[in-house]
């Protein structure tokens, strides 16, 4: 019999996806390109040479997928909205197959009991608004707020729960900053203004769905629980430049309407003159939301470092003077991740106590391992390290909401294996594991324990 950790009634239990990482069907019913599609078509930035031209072709399986969800129990499922299937070109004319989709599978999901979570931006920006500056320029921002009230005004009445933006972080540094996202961009100030772009983006779809009058409104971060390699003052800095770079560039305009007063030691002369911020921008981003909503994977350690790159002319917005080391006595996940669930505990409290009542009450809304598993010859997929990686999270989210944190929900990440991004397809995160060649199901053990934690739950 296995002891599991136990949740209040009404804690929402979920699985996350993502548009481009499942969906395929990537020249269907008139969607429009996006920045993955040229990101990932273009050789040598994706391993394997791999795209989401097929992917888990949800597109066409979603109702098998449903099924899967149905089966596993749980209360909410968290998918994302493809932006270039509802606006092909960003701005101008909207597609009414690309609406027609997520209003079937949002009739699928009611169908079977299962509420949909609805994120409208996890990274697929339409191609021609890249095109025009992307996330460096305001117009993007604009046009994310159009998009938002379309798809909230056909959507609004059935989906509760809203995300505006999946870890901003990622599109803002990793795309414009680091590279090895889409659009694959290496700049300093570029990618700040994006950061910027993207929270004033954030506030304009608050206002959009607050308009439509959908129930909960919300933001994804992956926020980072950053450890000093040592005691050491200059790696203690370079945990607050990291911390700054990572957390606090969102958590403190959206939750105390101001920004990081670390942002010139973590950015120096790039962030001087800010030309891209405005009169009235604080409270556009800091409107208050029904939750937030935080994705956790694992502690970053941090030592200090020089400058990579000499001339400051040419350093890059996450060039912050410190690197990651990797932390000693831990198993480390198929991504090199290390395991530490205590951290888990830890990044919650610490928010809580950051930033007290402002806080909203909080989703994981996402969390999971990729793991090297395989099909075992009994046909099961025996993955023990995902099964102990997620119970001790569960165990480490309990022990902060006991410790006063108030959590709602928990998505694992992620229902199915999929696109990982600029690591293909090697990289395997699903509780079921997609056969890419026969797009064969195959539920694997993490599956069977997830549904076991759901059914033992008093609700
Ligand atoms: O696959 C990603 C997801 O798209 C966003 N959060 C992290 C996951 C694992 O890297």
Excluded at 290 to 303: H, T
Excluded at 329 to 349: N, Q, S
Excluded at 372 to 401: E, I, N
Excluded at 450 to 458: D, E, P, V
Aim: proline share 6%; hydrophobic share 40%; glycine share 10%.
């Amino acid at each position: 019999m296995t002891d599991f950790p136990s949740f209040p009634p009404g804690f929402v239990f979920g699985a996350a996806t993502a548009s481009y990482q499942i969906e395929g069907a990537v020249q269907e019913d008139g969607r429009g390109a996006s920045i993955w599609d040229t990101y990932s078509h273009t050789p040598g930035l994706v391993a394997n040479g791999d795209t989401g031209d097929v992917a888990c072709d949800h597109y066409h399986r979603y109702p098998q997928d449903v099924t899967l969800l149905r089966e596993l129990g749980v209360d909410s499922y968290r998918f994302s909205i493809a932006w270039p299937r509802i606006v092909p070109d960003g701005a101008g004319p909207v597609n009414p197959k690309g609406l027609d989709f997520y209003s079937r599978l949002v009739d699928e999901l009611l169908a079977a009991g299962i509420e949909p979570a609805a994120t409208l931006y996890h990274w697929d920006l339409p191609q021609a608004l890249e095109d025009g500056g992307g996330w460096r320029v305001r117009d993007t921002a604009e046009r994310f707020g159009e998009y938002a009230a379309v798809v909230a005004e056909h959507l609004g009445d059935r989906v509760p729960r809203w995300i505006t933006l999946n870890e901003p972080w990622c599109s803002a540094f990793l795309g414009y900053s680091v590279g090895r996202h889409a659009p694959g961009a290496r700049e300093g100030r570029g990618a700040l203004a994006a950061a910027h772009h993207l929270l004033a983006g954030h506030g304009l779809a608050v206002r959009a769905l607050r308009a439509a009058g959908v129930r909960e409104v919300g933001i994804t971060l992956n926020l980072d629980h950053n450890l000093p390699a040592t005691d050491s003052p200059a790696d203690r800095a370079a945990v607050t430049r990291a911390d700054t770079q990572h957390n606090l560039v969102w958590t403190e305009p959206i939750l105390a309407g101001r920004y990081p007063d670390t942002e010139e030691e973590t950015w120096g002369e790039l962030i001087t003159g800010q030309d891209f911020r405005r009169d009235g921008d604080l409270e556009l981003i800091s409107q208050p939301l029904d939750f937030l909503g935080v994705n956790y994977y694992r502690p970053i350690v941090v030592a200090d470092a020089p400058y990579r790159e000499s001339d400051p002319a040419r350093r890059v917005a996450t060039d912050n003077r410190y690197e990651e080391v990797r932390l000693p006595g831990v198993r480390h996940t198929a991504m090199g991740w290390p395991v530490a669930p205590g951290t888990f505990t830890d990044l919650l409290v610490g928010l809580h106590e950051r930033y007290g009542d402002a806080l909203p009450p909080l989703h994981i809304t996402e969390n999971g391992s990729a793991e090297d598993d395989w099909v075992s010859p009994d046909g099961a997929v025996h993955d023990s390290d995902r099964v102990a990686y997620l119970r001790d999270h569960l165990t480490a989210l309990r022990a902060a909401m006991d410790a006063g944190v108030d959590v709602r929900g928990y998505y694992v990440w992620s229902l199915l294996d999929n696109f990982e991004w600029a690591f293909g397809y090697g990289k395997r995160f699903g509780i079921v594991r997609v056969d890419y060649g026969t797009q064969e199901r195959t539920p694997k053990d993490s599956y069977r324990w997830y549904r076991a934690l759901i059914a033992a739950q008093q609700r």
